[in-house]
């Protein structure tokens, strides 16, 4: 069966919504809402096949785009490629010149939709940002709070609270005041035991390339309105967490690092072709900082992991 070719578009407004588009009911997965795209055809672009797509189903132009994510999935019947690109602006305005519903909607109502299968973790990538801070190890609480206030308002909007070597009754503390900062401003990521899952409903959870191992036979251990987050070091790990059901991985060392001497660095050409083969999400963690964001998104990644490189005002 070949492998169907699409590109497909998050396309944010200037007040960042999202627009969305509902597939005709006669069309295959008719009936569920989509992000606008269409085929690409034999030796085109795929930009050229965004823009082409885009002027036919909603009369607009992308003036600034650039690559999201790609997705891999077999339905029953068909097999896709979903190219997908985030537009970020255009000329003309948007409707459905095929007839078909629109709705531009926020992140947060992207969960309220029916999307087909294969959009999962479209949806996911459309709703993280590009960025993700890792709070540095060895701080004081009191250093750890003033270094996330100073994150916050610099606009970062994904944080995991990192602390290995604080007692467990010390992180769990933390993790209320930093929950309490992140509330209507971030994504806060917590680190431990499932067992403290119950504890902080509001957070996230990131799991360790070791209880990932441990736990993805058993799915995931949460609903999916709830964001779950894994270590990846390699291909398994990353079958693993796809198994499992997260939405979305960090995936080191890219680069040799101070704080994980010992690792053996994937380099930037291991990190893609891993990236080809995983359907998720992807931060690049490990020797990278802001200036590699762009190179990170040409590779397939969502963006960059780091913490040196994103704590404010670091010389750590």
Request: hydrophobic letters at 45%; glycine letters at 10%.
């Amino acid at each position: 069966m070949k492998r169907v070719h699409v590109a497909a578009a998050v396309i944010r407004g200037v007040d960042g919504r999202i627009l969305i588009a509902r597939r005709p009911e006669d069309k295959h997965q008719g009936g569920l809402w989509e992000f606008p795209g269409g085929k690409v055809e034999a030796g085109e672009a795929v930009s050229v096949a965004l823009a082409r797509e885009l002027e036919e189903e909603l009369a607009i132009r992308p003036t600034a785009s650039r690559p999201l994510i790609q997705i891999r999935h077999d339905y029953p019947d068909k097999q896709v490629l979903l190219d997908v690109w985030e537009v970020t602006a255009f000329t003309g305005e948007p409707h459905g010149a095929e007839g078909q519903p629109l709705a531009w909607v926020s992140e947060r109502q992207l969960l309220e939709y029916e999307f087909p299968a294969a959009n999962t973790p479209i949806v996911a990538a459309a709703r993280l940002p590009d960025r993700y801070l890792i709070t540095p190890d060895g701080l004081q609480s009191a250093e750890l709070l003033a270094g996330v206030r100073k994150a916050l308002d610099a606009g970062v909007r994904l944080i995991q609270l990192r602390a290995p070597n604080m007692f467990d009754p010390q992180y769990r503390d933390l993790a209320v005041d930093v929950q309490g900062l992140c509330a209507g401003k971030a994504q806060l990521m917590l680190k431990g035991p499932l067992e403290w899952l119950g504890d902080f409903p509001a957070a996230g959870w990131h799991l360790t390339a070791e209880q990932l191992r441990k736990y993805a036979a058993g799915g995931r251990p949460f609903p999916e309105q709830r964001w779950l987050a894994a270590s990846c070091h390699a291909a398994e790990e990353l079958a693993l967490a796809a198994q499992m059901g997260v939405d979305f991985v960090t995936l080191s060392p890219v680069q040799a690092t101070a704080t994980h001497p010992e690792a053996q660095p994937l380099g930037w050409d291991a990190a893609s072709e891993l990236l080809a083969g995983c359907n998720l999400p992807t931060y690049l963690l490990g020797g990278v900082g802001p200036s590699d964001i762009e190179r990170a998104w040409q590779v397939g990644a969502q963006g960059v992991a780091g913490i040196r490189a994103f704590w404010p005002g670091a010389a750590l």
